[in-house]
Nanobody, 115 residues
C-alpha cells in the first residue's frame, strides 16, 4: 500500500520558517520524481517545487528565492524548506510522487501564515 504522509505544517508568522516533510512508503522511492504542490482557498492547485530521481530541482518562480525542495533517498523523505514565509503562502501543501504513469498524492498538510 502506497502512503505519502506529510508533516510539519502549522501556523507561522510572516518572515518565519517551516520545514515540511513527506515520508513515503510502499514505493521504490529513489525511482520516483517527488514534488510539492499547494492549493490555497478558492484557487487551483499549483506546483511549488519538484525534484527528479536524479536530484535535479525545479522551483516555481514565485517561491524560488525562499523555498527549497530536497530529498533523502536513504530515508524515503522529501522536504520543503520554506523561509521568509508570506501570508500568500497560506495553503494546503500536498506531496506528489510520479514515475512513468504512476502517481500518488498525500493527504496534505495545512500551512497558515499570518501577517
Amino acid at each position: 500500500q502506497v502512503q505519502l504522509v506529510e508533516s510539519g505544517g502549522g501556523l507561522a508568522q510572516a518572515g518565519e520558517s517551516l520545514r515540511l516533510s513527506c515520508a513515503a512508503s510502499g514505493i521504490r522511492f529513489s525511482f520516483y520524481a517527488m514534488a510539492w504542490h499547494r492549493q490555497a482557498p478558492g484557487k487551483q492547485r499549483e506546483l511549488v517545487a519538484r525534484v527528479t530521481r536524479g536530484g535535479t530541482t525545479h522551483h516555481a518562480d514565485s517561491v524560488k528565492d525562499r523555498i527549497t525542495i530536497s530529498r533523502d533517498n536513504a530515508k524515503n523523505i522529501v522536504y520543503l524548506q520554506m523561509n521568509s514565509l508570506k501570508p500568500e503562502d497560506t495553503a494546503v501543501y500536498y506531496c506528489h510522487a510520479s514515475y512513468i504513469g504512476y502517481e500518488y498524492w498525500g493527504q496534505g498538510t495545512q500551512v497558515t501564515v499570518s501577517s
